[in-house]
């Protein structure tokens, strides 16, 4: 589009075709970019959430020290039957890396140097590993199986997050389709504009030669003041015709020239459109098409999507949560003897909802009734849909047959105006009956440039109502 709208200083004015409006309303117009703007809002949300599905990978230092200020000594047995625990508090300097997910937790800990417990000395007691320096390397495992929903409850956010993305992408595709339907809508505007504009110059031009013609009777004494006055009437208002047309043509390439981006006091003009085509040869056709089409179709079944995942978390709410736990840990004994202990361990876990005050049974009876409403909802938008194809096909069908008939109209008033003409000249009609002839003429030129404009409209509602 701009290098067409560079040149509209010149002063021939460009012509700009309705695929170059189209292009530049999408390139250039506020409206898209308001609608690019919030599907990349939503686009980063859905992100967000993957992100947080996603596995984590984390670092860990830490260092302390432990002081045994009493131990009876059997304690201290079980001390040193623990050494290596990831739950015994830090002694010494210890460092970790963790890999963590939604389900799953895989961390690795490791110890090098572990000095003694302070205050070790007990009497009567010997703990092997309490009195030495020790090194120890962990490793724990965490995995759940199961929790109520596949993939838990951040793949239950992603999978409707998935869908509200879905929904946007939609969304702006509407808003595409609409935004080229009201380009479209102005474009033929002012197309028709100028046809008008065109029409009404041809009509000023034939009553002023007619006016001409009654002023040159009317001095030869053939014509009545009556009849040189309505002859002025009828030219003065073919002018306010022509400056009305001037009016709206002047509107009209103002609200097509904010559509598509451009400032709004350069000239332009547009090409005549080619004729929108169907693609649909009978209604039949055309309500199956826009059944298939229709974003607010697809919409309402992706609601229906994002209600059926609502649900299967809330059934998942009264389903056990079931995981897998172990873990590995080495404890080396940094003494001359350089004993070591190794420990290991592995377990289940189930936890299992005993009361829930009703939450679950109440979400799911939400979802339920929320899932009806959809469907009722698609019934009533399917039956209208259907309503709104059938009147903008007739509509459309009719609009064309108006056009011929306006066509045809026209022409006949033209050949009336030349009868009458002949007939005023031989005396067997009236000047009155030429300038009324004149007039039906005009106006039925004017009925046809509307009637033409609104078998286009006709097409294009069409066209919108079946989904495109």
């Avoid at 260092?63 to 830090?90: H, I, K, V």
């Avoid at 649900?311 to 080396?332: C, D, E, H, Q, Y």
């Avoid at 009155?432 to 404009?453: P, Y």
Wanted: net charge negative.
């Amino acid at each position: 589009m701009a290098p067409t709208l560079c040149v509209f200083a010149q002063e021939s004015l460009p012509v700009i075709t309705l695929q170059q409006t189209i292009d530049a309303a999408l390139a250039n117009g506020d409206n898209y970019k308001i609608l690019q703007g919030n599907l990349a809002v939503t686009r980063a949300g859905h992100l967000e959430n993957v992100s947080r599905n996603s596995l984590t990978l984390a670092g860990t230092a830490g260092a302390g020290y432990n002081y045994a200020f009493y131990d009876s000594g059997a304690l201290a047995l079980s001390r040193a039957s623990s050494l290596g625990n990831a739950a015994s508090p830090t002694q010494g300097a210890e460092l970790g890396i963790g890999l963590a997910g939604p389900l799953t937790s895989v961390s690795v800990t490791a110890a090098p140097f572990t000095p003694p417990i302070g205050n070790t000395s007990i009497p009567g007691v010997t703990v092997p590993g309490l009195g030495d320096t020790t090194s120890s390397l962990g490793l724990s495992v965490s995995q759940t199986l199961w929790n109520g929903y596949p993939g838990g409850a951040t793949q239950a956010t992603v999978d409707k997050s998935l869908l509200n993305l879905q929904g946007q992408e939609l969304s702006t595709q509407s808003g595409r389709l609409n935004l080229i339907y009201q380009v479209k809508q102005a474009y033929y505007a002012m197309f028709t504009a100028l046809q008008d504009l065109d029409t009404k110059k041809q009509i000023l031009d034939r009553q002023n030669a007619l006016m001409d013609q009654i002023t040159a009777i009317y001095n030869l004494k053939q014509a009545s003041e009556v009849d040189l006055k309505t002859a002025q009437i009828n030219a003065h208002s073919a002018e306010i015709d022509v400056r009305t047309s001037e009016h709206t043509l002047r509107l009209a390439r103002i609200r097509l020239a904010i559509l598509i981006g451009t400032p709004t006091d350069r000239q332009f003009t547009v090409a005549q459109p080619g004729e929108e085509q169907v693609s649909a040869g009978t209604l039949e056709e055309a309500i199956s098409v826009a059944l298939s089409r229709r974003v607010d179709v697809k919409l309402i079944e992706l609601s229906r999507r994002s209600t059926a995942v609502d649900l299967a978390v809330a059934r998942g709410l009264a389903t056990p949560t079931v995981s897998l736990v172990g873990g590995v840990n080495l404890v080396i004994d940094n003494s001359f003897s350089n004993a070591y202990v190794g420990l290991a361990d592995a377990g289940v876990r189930i936890a299992m909802p005993i009361l829930d005050a009703g939450a679950a049974r109440n979400l799911i009876d939400e979802g339920t009734r929320l899932d009806q409403v959809y469907q009722v909802q698609m019934s009533q938008l399917q039956k209208s849909i259907v309503a709104d194809v059938q009147d903008a096909w007739e509509s459309m069908q009719l609009a064309r047959e108006k056009v011929e008939l306006a066509q045809e109209t026209a022409q006949n008033d033209d050949l009336l105006v030349d009868v009458y003409k002949i007939q005023s000249r031989n005396g067997t009609a009236s000047t009155q009956d030429l300038l009324t002839a004149s007039v039906n003429a005009a106006n039925a030129h004017t009925a046809a440039v509307q009637a033409q404009s609104a078998a286009q409209l006709a097409v294009l509602q069409l066209l919108s109502v079946m989904g495109y």
